[in-house]
């Protein structure tokens, strides 16, 4: 393992490239990347790095994303069967069919979507940011793609717009019920709960609290609490139990993303090596995607 990591470290600096990783990424991915984040952040350190080549260690949208941000360089997603089945809820042509159904409304693009259907959105979002993204737009009529229960949590906050949704869900978050966490909470009173918004809105309604994945670390290392119940992809528990030691973490049974699990040590030795396997993008998609996700960029994030 550790020859494998130095042999990682060499090849970075070899190559000038910086390793981007989500949160829900093995331990030992999480362990050799230069950053870690929610989608927002790794979106923000993509659009600003100055590294010639990232290495994307997440799933297939979040690497589209830094390339659609940073057209130029070299982005590498170091094992292709990485993808969200989310992204793949929703296509350009059945979303043009829902545009014309409602004539004018502008499109949110929740960032779990492709380079294709991005180029045709408004603005992009991510969970840190749906509600405030949505809130600022003059627009009575949204359309929001492709996560219906992201779409149903910025409802709660946005009575005074009309969101149109998309049947589009998230297979690891609606496998979280409100039954795991009531039996988790009989085991543990004192824990808070903390959820993602993916999750069904029963397991919202239970929570004390629904935030991004970075939302949900700030939350744990920023609480004087000391259990918490995790109502997310149980990797995050090795980053929490690195920022926040001492605290106590529950999650989930089957809260996993197999997707995200897909890279390996190997792989990512493998990607710097032999610079594999390149995201490519037709120029005009990568112009007209621009333009949501660096509006989102610019919004910021709410949590
Ligand atoms: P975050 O942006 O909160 O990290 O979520 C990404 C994701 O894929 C959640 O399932
Ligand atoms: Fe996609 Fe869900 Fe996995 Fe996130 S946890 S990458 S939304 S399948």
Redesign the pocket.
Known sequence: MTDLRDEISELKKQRRAVILG???QRQEVQEIADFL??????SVQASKTDAKVIVFCG?DF?AESAKILNPEKTVLHPNRRAQ?P?AAMVDVKSLNELKAEHPGAPVVAY??TTADVKAEADICC???NAVKIVQSLPDKKIIFIPDTNLGLYVQRFVKDKEIILWPGY?P??VNITKMDLQELKRKHPDAEILV?P?CTPDVIDYADFA??????IRHVVASKKKEFIIG??ENMLHRLRKEAPGKLLYAPPNAT?PN?REITLEDVRDALSKMQYKIELPPDIIRRAKVPLERMIEAGRSQ
């Open positions: 989500h949160n829900y984040g929610d989608s927002y952040g790794l799933v979040m969200c989310m960032v779990n991510t969970s840190a998230c690891t978050h993602h993916e935030y991004s994945t970075e939302g949900i997310t992809e993303c995200m």
